[in-house]
């Protein structure tokens, strides 16, 4: 694996032109890179290519069309086993039932599903036809969702009646019907519904079945070959303002990205590994790491649709002890509530067939990676701990497995072809000595196939987020350092994104959805520290006197407001407290000092207040401390 490094160095251009030649090309390229319009990176611009076809038709004429895909493993205790011939098959008639439905390459088909195998399917096929999809997670609410289908201008919503999650079926159909009512998201002209729990649905006229659009779709599908710069996902993520960008991918480079580092990060032996990622198709994880990267791979996988507590917490072990998982890649949030249920749990399952872990989504501590390498992994796994962002669509920082010596807490190295730096506010690189260096700001030096292509209809947007801080750096908004081996450690962000189990929140979208009620007149959000979950969001409100005149008391208050983020964005961004307050912290030009309220949230004494406008305030805040409300 070491030459890779090597390999990557001598010449990065024909490297990465290596990692896109392990893929199928409609037509060759010639061209590796244009970044003559820099930032708009063109990657392999000549060539043409089908993503679909490189996750289906060439492992199928490979003669791999027994190989399993996907094990699909339903949280009431039913499973599935898809090959790749099935999956091709099935993809084929549901691309011909997209086009039936007049979907044509460029449209874009937003996406709704629980974690089922028609949501790869789905996926496949309308990247298939090269139409664009955008997946919005299904524990999205209907007013997340309509904003989404909105600024994407979708076609088409595929859906589902709803998905097992936690024992219970999961309302998928009603919150599109919701996200749809009263001539809401006109672009929308069809709804294709998937059948899985049964549960009542009401049929209006631009509904259909999946499985009767399926079953009248014809069986053969040629796919074809589209531009490599050809549009493939938009996928919403939350930035620092309250509105969420649609991050823009493309077909060449983001499969060459996902591929190159499913395979290299993950050691990859297709023929005998079975592999599984936690995550949801609705994050970039699962974008590239449960659809594109193994698909592309020809890896055989196992995915799982409920959550890991039912019926009970040994469920996922049980799941790797059934299908021999031997690469395993999760979220530290999961392994620090395993830490805390306690190894019983763990041990008492058959995880021989272990081989590699891996970790994504915020920072692992060197107690949770100890524990992860230790009890999962009985001390012979390796452990890697891979950086990235929906941004970059695939991992930036890992180690490689056998590369080098792993070190817990750590990411260490950018991968092969990626070029990392760190740097102070100026943009000057941070001075690395024996002891390492301070902490600074984390950029990427070079561009690299899988990055992100710009912001869906704002390229103002898009240069100004990423490019304009360190001109002709892309700023990641990650804080990081160098340790004394020159290795890297991940700090967390250094702007207003919050991590909450791994799930990306902006707190100004958070605080945004607040003063939509009528009781809030002004509303500051802040990610405290959680022991699990790594932050946690805490809000503290200004309420409208002349509003709650006979309002119930704060505690229900609290409460309400909520459920009212619940409902406005989704269970993940629910606060876990809100404080009801009578002045916000201020400097003396109005901005929100959020430092001072984290220190509050996080039950620590309140630092520096001389900025303040007024410094009362904050007495007045910590005296009221004890009226907050919490789960
Ligand atoms: C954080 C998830 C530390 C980071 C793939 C980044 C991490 C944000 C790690 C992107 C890691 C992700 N160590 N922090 N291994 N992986 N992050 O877009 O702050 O949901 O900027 O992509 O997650 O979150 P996103």
Not at 279 to 295: C, E, N, Q
Not at 396 to 425: C, H, N, W, Y
Not at 509 to 516: G, N
Request: aromatic content about 10%; overall charge negative; hydrophobic content about 40%.
């Amino acid at each position: 694996m070491t030459e890779l490094y090597d390999l990557a160095k001598r010449d990065r251009l024909a490297f990465w032109a290596d990692q896109a030649h392990e893929l199928y090309w409609h037509k060759p390229f010639t061209k590796t890179l244009n970044w003559s319009d820099a930032p708009f990176a063109k990657w392999f611009e000549d060539g043409q290519i089908n993503a679909s076809y490189n996750c289906l038709d060439r492992h199928v004429l490979a003669g791999l069309g027994d190989r399993v895909a996907l094990f699909f493993e339903g949280e009431p205790g039913d499973s599935k086993v898809f090959t790749y011939s099935e999956l091709l098959a099935e993809t084929k008639k549901a691309a011909n039932a997209l086009i039936a439905l007049g979907i044509e390459s460029g449209d874009r088909v937003a996406i709704y599903m629980p974690m089922i195998p028609e949501t790869v399917i789905a996926i496949l096929a309308v990247a298939r036809i090269g139409a664009v999809h955008s997946v919005v997670f299904g524990g999205f609410s209907s007013d997340s969702l309509r904003s989404r289908i909105d600024d994407a201008q979708a076609k088409l919503v595929i859906t589902a009646d709803g998905g097992f999650r936690k024992g219970r079926a999961h309302p998928l159909k009603e919150a599109v019907d919701q996200a749809l009512q009263e001539g809401n998201c006109p672009s929308v002209e069809h709804v294709l519904v998937v059948e899985r729990t049964k549960n009542d649905v009401t049929f209006g006229p631009k509904d259909t079945w999946w499985h009767d659009a399926l079953s009248n779709a014809a069986t053969e599908h040629v796919a074809a070959g589209f531009d490599s710069e050809h549009p493939l996902f938009i996928l919403y993520t939350s930035g620092t303002t309250g509105k969420p960008k649609g991050i823009l991918h493309t077909t060449g480079g983001y499969l060459t990205g996902a591929s190159y580092t499913h395979r290299t990060v993950f050691d990859l032996k297709p023929n005998t590994d079975v592999y599984w990622c936690t995550a949801d198709v609705g994050w970039i994880t699962g974008h590239s790491y449960v659809v594109y990267g193994p698909l592309a791979n020809g890896a055989t996988q196992v995915i799982y649709e409920g959550t890991p507590d039912t019926p009970s917490f040994e469920r996922w072990w049980q799941i790797i002890a059934k299908y021999h998982v031997s690469i395993f890649y999760t979220a530290p949030t999961a392994i620090r509530t395993f830490m805390k249920i306690g190894r019983e749990i763990v041990e008492g399952h058959d995880l021989s067939s272990l081989r590699i872990l891996g970790s994504v989504g915020e920072p692992i501590n060197p107690e949770a990676w100890n524990w992860y390498k230790e009890v999962v992994g009985g001390s012979r796994c390796e452990i890697v701990d891979t950086w990235w962002q929906t941004e970059t669509g695939s991992i930036m920082i890992s180690p490689i497995p056998g590369a080098f010596k792993t070190k817990p807490g750590s990411a260490q190295r950018p991968l092969p072809g990626i070029t990392i730096g760190i740097v102070d506010e100026l943009g000057a690189p941070v001075e690395k000595t024996a002891e390492g260096s301070v902490a600074g700001y984390l950029t990427i030096d070079e561009p690299w196939p899988s990055m992100l292509r710009g912001v869906w209809g704002d390229p103002e947007r898009f240069k100004e987020t990423y490019w304009n801080k360190f001109p002709g750096k892309y700023f990641a908004g990650d804080g990081a350092r160098f340790d004394e081996d020159g290795d890297i450690w991940l700090l967390g962000r250094i702007d207003d994104v919050i991590k909450v189990s791994g799930h990306r929140l902006s707190t100004a979208e958070i605080e945004s959805a607040l003063v939509e009620h009528h009781w809030v007149a002004e509303a500051a959000v802040v990610g405290a520290k959680d022991e699990i979950t790594e932050q946690a969001v805490v809000a503290f409100v200004i309420l409208r006197q002349d509003e709650i005149a006979d309002a119930p008391s704060e505690t229900d208050i609290a409460k309400i407001l909520r459920d009212w983020v619940t409902q406005k964005i989704g269970a993940i961004a629910r606060p876990r407290q809100i404080m009801v307050v009578t002045e916000l912290p201020k400097t003396r030009s109005g901005k929100i000092m959020r430092r001072l309220l984290r220190d509050v949230a996080e039950g620590r004494p309140v630092g520096d207040v001389t900025t303040l406008a007024d410094s009362s305030v904050m007495t007045a805040i910590n005296d009221k401390l004890h009226l907050g409300a919490s789960d």
